[in-house]
């Protein structure tokens, strides 16, 4: 049998170090297979080593907790009989974040200071969560007989049911609108292009920059991703992946692969995009 395995992501040392202790003080069984520090290094090394439990600090340097959660998800091998998606645990020192996840039915959360009663009841949970999807092959048998019927790879329900977690957790995590952007204003050298939002046909983050895609050309402005949102119009602008950010009436026609992605044809443009499994529900038909 398989020993279950976990990835810690907390950038404090001590606290780490104290919740590592304390998981091996009440769940012996447990390898603890990466203790990172940044939600870069959380998202590799868990896709890297593929844990069966994540915990993930809100606030870490370079991306939070959920956003390392949303890219874990968006990036995780296409499940058929590949591993299954790791259950997650938020930890946090902000009360309306654990309200967020209570809410949002997530599979646990921890407030800081590390409470060691609070994280028995979890470590409970998880074993519990874990033993059923470990149970006897009972859905085996009915899978094989439906496989003469049915070829499509099967969406593990794991990975549905924390995509919905996701999108909730995001949603109430989102930062306040502010005003709407009328026009982009693209720096080059001397020169200042006016571009006004409307005719801008897709968002798309690169490294510290976003790419602003026109009809006509393209432009790079210094602000993240993350800054520019909310300065836009969700019903106008849809992100359609954690890098990316179309304007709707742009968008041609969608077309879902089996992996649950879905890939995006713009009008009048060769540019193809991928909206990611975690916001593919937006793309249903009427």
Not at 38 to 58: E, H, M, T, Y
Not at 144 to 160: C, E, I, M, R, Y
Not at 183 to 193: D, M, P
Not at 252 to 265: H, I
Request: with cysteine.
């Amino acid at each position: 049998m398989n020993l279950p395995r976990a990835l810690i992501a907390e950038d404090e040392p001590l606290l780490a170090a104290g919740l590592r202790a304390d998981l091996a003080a009440l769940w012996p069984d447990l390898r603890v297979v990466a203790s990172v520090g940044d939600g870069a290094s959380a998202v590799a090394q868990a896709l890297a080593l593929q844990p069966d439990v994540c915990f993930l600090d809100i606030r870490m340097p370079g991306s939070t907790g959920l956003e390392a959660a949303q890219a874990l998800a968006e990036d995780w091998p296409d499940t058929g009989s590949g591993p299954a998606f790791p259950l997650l645990v938020f930890v946090t020192a902000y009360d309306q974040y654990a309200l967020q996840a209570f809410e949002a039915q997530a599979v646990d959360y921890l407030v800081k200071p590390l409470d060691r009663q609070r994280l028995a009841a979890c470590v409970l949970r998880l074993q519990a969560r874990l033993a059923e999807r470990a149970r006897p092959e009972a859905s085996a048998s009915v899978s094989v007989s439906a496989a003469a019927h049915d070829t499509a790879p099967k969406a593990d329900p794991g990975l549905q049911h924390t995509l919905a977690q996701l999108r909730a957790l995001l949603g109430g995590a989102a930062p306040a609108p502010g005003p709407r952007l009328e026009v982009v204003q693209a720096q080059v050298g001397n020169l200042v292009h006016m571009v006004p939002v409307r005719d801008v046909l897709y968002f798309e983050a690169a490294d510290k920059y976003v790419r602003v895609i026109t009809a006509e050309r393209e432009h790079l402005i210094r602000m993240s991703l993350r800054e520019l949102l909310p300065q836009l119009d969700p019903q106008v602008f849809w992100q359609v992946h954690r890098g990316t950010v179309v304007q709707a009436r742009c968008i041609a026609m969608a077309r879902r692969e089996e992996s649950g992605k879905v890939t995006l044809t713009l009008h009048g443009r060769p540019d193809k995009l991928t909206a990611s499994r975690l916001y593919a529900h937006l793309f249903k038909g009427m």
